[in-house]
């Protein structure tokens, strides 16, 4: 049998699942409460608004993940075998805990601006692995913003298309692919290809 979950770790679930589901707006205090099992008055004993109840569970979420992405980008492996890895340990988190993943990386949070810094933690991390990259001619030139861009937007898409039902899971059937595809906006000279 296993341990009793505490009410706060009910909130938390409760709220990473109905932000998952049906976005920020739409999951009140009231309906967290209603999902969690607990009056309202419980939530506000532990959070002073829903915004910080998300900001602490996104805080949560992102640093687990960043801490993996971080071990990643500072290993010596070529910037390919990172960006697989990387890939890969997405996917997997995504496969283990996909309202998690959905909660962090495909929900939009307007946290107030002293508080974004973690929102784009990742994001840094990776930059500067494409930074050193480029520094060590691993890859071809490429502003480190826009790399992102094509980065997030190519692996982002299919944990978001598993979710809209048009692509069957579990995503990290799909990490090779992608990979190759990442691999090829990034660096698709012929000598490099493979």
């Not at 589901?21 to 967290?32: C, D």
Request: proline content about 5%; some cysteine; glycine content about 4%.
């Amino acid at each position: 049998m296993s341990p009793r979950r505490s009410r706060k770790d009910d909130i938390i679930a409760a709220t990473v699942r109905l932000v998952a589901q049906n976005g920020v707006k739409a999951a009140t205090i009231r309906e967290i409460a209603r999902a969690a099992g607990v009056t309202e008055g419980a939530i506000y004993r532990h959070y002073v608004s829903k915004e910080e109840l998300c900001l602490e569970i996104y805080s949560q979420i992102v640093t687990e993940m960043a801490n993996m992405k971080q071990r990643i980008a500072a290993n010596d492996a070529p910037i390919r075998e990172k960006i697989r890895e990387w890939i890969q340990i997405s996917y997997e988190f995504f496969d283990h805990h996909p309202e998690g993943f959905t909660f962090i990386l495909l929900t939009t949070h307007n946290f107030p601006e002293n508080k974004r810094e973690i929102t784009v933690r990742q994001g840094r991390i990776f930059m500067e692995m494409i930074k050193s990259a480029v520094a060590t001619e691993e890859i071809k030139p490429i502003a480190p913003e826009l790399a992102l861009s094509h980065f997030t937007g190519v692996m982002l898409n299919v944990p978001r298309l598993i979710n809209e039902g048009l692509l069957e899971g579990p995503a990290s059937r799909y990490f090779e692919a992608v990979a190759d595809a990442v691999w090829n906006i990034l660096d698709p000279r012929e000598d490099r290809a493979k």
